[in-house]
């Protein structure tokens, strides 16, 4: 049962995929296999679930909007679909096997903070591939010293190998968005790749740099002039001239 007449809700910031093209690129990018663990985040009206369960035998789903995860529930069968009515933003992904992969047109109105909330799980997924808005998914592999470098450059690229895979026009919603999107890859750094830091402080570091973005790094830091001299980083630098590994130094400073 298709779900066509259901009326986009803005609290959830519903944009509903219905191009076919861009459908099939999805699902090309993801090569979804038949043993995968695919949990598909704000699965919608189906569009893109019911071409993922051709690739596989069954799909974990998180709906928010009790009446379309009603409406999946009704077309698919518990054994092929499973259907969390939940808030993706307090979900506990843990709860997934590991090696999941997670795909999904997420909410735009809440793109940026759900991403800091799944990077949490960056050891237990195989994969990540998600619609965003383009100016997110810019943010997101921005190099340092660009515009659009920040704090979610930052603390993306620690945790991720990232890659901007295609453009999406606004034409290919229900209804059309006001932005231009984006499909995006995210891939876990191994474990000899990710930075042994504190977390905390890690993520309290980069907050405090670039939430005084323009100021030089000796009035957005606590950092003595001592500790610039030790990390060889110049304090008269703005927070976006550093790469995430300097955030990494700074955090591993302040920490010992």
Do not use: C, W
Request: aromatic share 8%.
């Amino acid at each position: 049962m298709r779900s066509a007449s259901h009326t986009p809700r803005k609290r959830f910031g519903q944009h509903f995929l219905h191009d076919a093209r861009v459908l099939a690129r999805i699902v090309e990018a993801i090569a979804p296999r038949p043993g995968d663990a695919i949990v598909e985040i704000g699965p919608g009206e189906g569009a893109l679930t019911r071409l993922l369960l051709e690739r596989v035998p069954r799909i974990e789903a998180i709906e928010i909007d009790r009446d379309l995860a009603s409406r999946l529930e009704a077309e698919f069968p518990p054994e092929r679909l499973t259907v969390h009515r939940a808030d993706a933003l307090r979900f506990d992904f843990a709860t997934f096997p590991a090696g999941a992969r997670l795909v999904g047109n997420l909410p735009y109105n809440i793109s940026t903070p759900l991403l800091f909330r799944l990077a949490e799980y960056a050891e237990r997924v195989r994969d990540m591939h998600f619609m965003l808005q383009l100016e997110v998914v810019d943010r997101m592999v921005a190099k340092a010293s660009t515009p659009d470098y920040g704090r979610l450059s930052v603390m993306l690229q620690t945790r991720f190998s990232m890659q901007k895979l295609f453009r999406v026009a606004p034409g290919a919603f229900r209804p059309p968005p006001k932005v231009e999107s984006a499909v995006v890859r995210l891939i876990p750094l191994a474990a000899a790749e990710r930075p042994r830091v504190d977390e905390r402080i890690f993520a309290r570091v980069v907050a405090a740099a670039f939430s005084a973005r323009r100021k030089t790094l000796r009035n957005a830091l606590p950092l003595a002039a001592a500790d610039f001299a030790a990390l060889a980083i110049d304090p008269g630098l703005r927070p976006e001239n550093l790469a995430p590994s300097d955030y990494v130094r700074i955090a591993q400073r302040v920490a010992g």
